[in-house]
């Protein structure tokens, strides 16, 4: 077979799996780079090449390889360019005091302890043409390296961006990533010329390289800008001028003696930050280099990695000593340096373990080593291990120290912190809660407007909170760092804003508090949020869901299922009036939580009427208002009970005779029971005969626990005891 062709299909394969793989580890709650880094081990001799060897010799043939290799350093030249290009002086401004006393300790420490380390691995796993002062400088720049980007992505994930520790993290991040580059510019230079003496010339030339770069290339680069702003957009030809622009960089730190990758990510660095030239130059490079060309580089670094290699109790014990060291190098020092600068317990141990992110610099940094001679294949392979390792556990290890239930709360208390203090009554009363997905601002004015109208302010304070979550598919493009998360917030933030202001009546509109996430299952964190905010529901617009033809299947399905809240299910048909309600009542909790939310509506709108309809059909006995309902009722105000009318109908489709009374009234109320063709378990087959027929705005509702009450804040405290008897 063709050389060429076998290298296409090996990308075919490569692009495949590394993207199945990523995926499995997204599912696990990790950094997708780390299942790609993981796919491309599985493809080399460490697992498919020790089960089939035979035809992973075929597939992967020696001759190759040298392709995959110039595949990989060109990703590698633009994926360090664009590691440049998110540098931004943005994540310098907070904390600099605190992050560059904690970063340079906490690369001191393994760096110090690496350099201790080489003592003993030096004579027992290093290459003998390699000088000790060069090992060591290696291994111990091995040890000091944070990933930036993988650590960015973690702090967007969690929502940290806008919280001390993380701000603190990505300065500390951002000082780290600085300094270790240049530490492992000193060490290759060193291990080029096998002598700090010989390196000297190599490392005064990169000083004055880097000089000129932030001096002259940058003020080339601002008139670049400013063309940006005057046009609005980049041109081929100016890409291609960029372009250029980072491989003649690439190539001038190659000939000065360092590497090719140092010159990209200079250019990158020196790149003004004008946030629209930033984004379009990394949306236009980011896809080709982060999708084909990197898991080109993951595959390359699996071929390189054996881990049969670790064939002796003696050599694992050895893995784990290069583990312990780097995880304790890391940590130790972060913690102590940021305890010192009197950083609190709880951020000064999450900050160590953020600080310990090492994913795929680190790999980038050991296949320079390796191509250079430095390290070995075996030593190689135990530092890949570390890498991975210290990777995977930073996500669970983050979680146990600062759980995102925490983060959530100190977001929400800062949320609850903006109501005026004219709003906050003066004795403790319990806050009736509704919590509003919000995908689109622009289209769900309604859904936002019901909540108003179910929440009120009658007699306890209520509050409605727009959830909106931004989601991000992937979790190291640009759109996922920090920088970018926060424009993407404001920008919805000013969206939701305009909402906001558009809420009628006006007198009603300061019940509304928005919250902003970012987020990788809308689902989950709207669960995970209700449960926080101790809200009493959930209220979801409908959307048809793309894999399915059920109106309640999809995201809307799985709130459903996993809120542990109450839930209902608006599907808007543009009524602007919620006068008229039509409550389809069959005597089950589901149809009680409709109504409830019925009797909300009507309390808090003196205009509004209520038909609670009950349908009898043939042969089955008759349904009736529960006890504690009409006692509920009895409770309630003369001009209040007035508006109820309760009518009975003999029919045999119960469905068709709510889509018939439905002709008459602004908004349909219907459980998720089998009366209705809506089951909670299955979401029912005929789920959509009622929304598509139904003649006015349709709520679904279904209830979670029969211990929550809707009518709380409706009735007052006089009634509490015929409340929890209506609950239970």
Not at 160 to 180: E, F, K, N, W
Not at 340 to 367: C, F, K, P, Q, Y
Not at 590 to 616: F, K, M, P, Y
Request: aromatic letters at 8%; hydrophobic letters at 50%.
């Amino acid at each position: 077979m063709h050389p060429v062709v076998l290298v296409l299909l090996q990308v075919l394969i490569v692009i495949g799996l590394s993207r199945l793989v990523g995926l499995v580890f997204r599912w696990l709650n990790q950094p997708l780079v780390i299942g790609e880094i993981v796919a491309g081990i599985m493809l080399g001799p460490s697992l498919f090449g020790w089960v089939a060897p035979d035809l992973a010799a075929k597939l992967f043939p020696t001759n190759t390889i040298p392709f995959l290799d110039v595949l990989s350093e060109v990703g590698l030249i633009f994926f360090m360019f664009l590691i440049g290009l998110e540098l931004n002086p943005k994540y310098l401004k907070g904390n600099l005091d605190i992050a560059i006393l904690t970063s340079h300790v906490s690369i001191l420490t393994p760096f110090s302890l690496g350099a201790l380390l080489a003592l003993l691995l030096y004579p027992l796993v290093s290459n003998s043409t390699v000088s000790f002062t060069a090992f060591a400088l290696f291994l111990g720049a091995a040890m000091s390296i944070t990933a930036f980007p993988v650590l960015a992505r973690i702090i967007t994930e969690n929502n940290l961006q806008s919280t001390r520790l993380g701000t603190l993290a990505l300065t500390c991040a951002a000082v780290d990533d600085v300094t270790a580059w240049c530490l492992l510019a000193v060490a290759i230079a060193v291990t080029r010329t096998n002598s700090m003496l010989g390196a000297l010339p190599t490392i005064i030339e990169s000083i004055a390289y880097i000089v000129f770069m932030l001096t002259v290339v940058r003020w080339f680069l601002q008139r670049l800008a400013a063309y940006y702003r005057r046009t609005g957009r980049l041109t081929q030809l100016v890409v291609a001028g960029i372009y250029m622009g980072v491989v003649g960089s690439a190539l001038i730190t190659e000939w000065i003696g360092i590497h090719l990758i140092f010159g990209a990510f200079l250019l990158g660095a020196a790149m003004p930050k004008n946030a629209g030239l930033v984004r379009e130059l990394a949306e236009k490079t980011e896809d080709f280099v982060l999708i084909f060309l990197l898991p080109v580089f993951f595959a390359y670094s699996g071929l390189r990695t054996e881990i049969g290699l670790l064939n002796r109790p003696e050599l694992w014990l050895l893995c784990l000593a290069v583990l312990a060291v780097a995880i304790a190098g890391k940590y130790v020092g972060t913690y102590v340096a940021a305890r010192v600068s009197g950083i609190e317990h709880r951020e000064a141990s999450a900050l160590g373990w953020l600080m310990n992110t090492r994913g795929l610099t680190e790999l980038i940094v050991l296949n320079i080593g390796l191509s250079l001679g430095v390290i070995t294949p075996l030593l190689f392979t135990m530092l890949v291990i570390m890498a991975l390792v210290t990777t995977f556990m930073t996500s669970p290890l983050l979680e146990w120290t600062y759980p995102k239930k925490l983060i959530q709360l100190d977001v929400l208390e800062a949320t609850q912190e903006t109501t005026e203090p004219s709003q906050i009554p003066a004795t403790p009363v319990p806050t009736y809660r509704i919590l509003v997905p919000v995908a689109n601002p622009t289209t769900q004015k309604g859904l936002v407007q019901l909540a108003v109208a179910i929440a009120g302010n009658k007699l306890q304070p209520s509050i409605v909170h727009p959830l909106s979550l931004i989601e991000l598919e992937e979790d190291y493009l640009f759109q996922s760092t920090p920088v970018e998360a926060e424009r993407l917030i404001n920008e919805r933030r000013s969206r939701l804003d305009e909402l906001i202001a558009s809420i009628e009546p006006a007198e009603m509109r300061h019940l509304v508090h928005p919250i902003f996430r970012i987020s990788h299952d809308v689902a989950r964190e709207t669960a995970q949020l209700a449960a926080l905010d101790r809200a009493d529901l959930i209220l979801v617009g409908w959307h048809r869901p793309a894999f399915s033809t059920n109106r309640l299947g999809g995201r809307v399905g799985q709130i459903l299922s996993i809120a542990p809240v109450d839930v209902a299910v608006f599907v808007n048909r543009g009524q602007e009036k919620l006068e008229n309600l039509l409550v389809a009542y069959s005597a089950n909790f589901h149809d009680d939580l409709g109504l409830e939310i019925a009797l909300r509506l009507l309390v808090n709108n003196d205009n509004s009427r209520l038909t609670v309809l009950q349908i009898n059909q043939q042969n089955q006995p008759q349904n009736d208002l529960s006890y504690e309902f009409r006692t509920v009722m009895e409770r309630l105000p003369d001009a209040v009970r007035s508006r109820i009318h309760i009518q009975i109908v003999q029919a045999p489709e119960p469905i068709q005779a709510v889509v018939e009374m439905s002709q008459n009234v602004d908004l349909t109320i219907a459980g998720t029971s089998r009366t209705w063709g809506i089951e909670r378990q299955t979401l029912g087959r005929y789920t959509d005969e009622l929304a598509v027929q139904c003649q006015s705005s349709l709520l679904i509702t279904r209830r979670y626990a029969q211990v929550t009450s809707h009518l709380a804040s409706v009735l007052g405290t006089e009634n509490t005891q015929a409340d929890e008897q209506v609950s239970r």
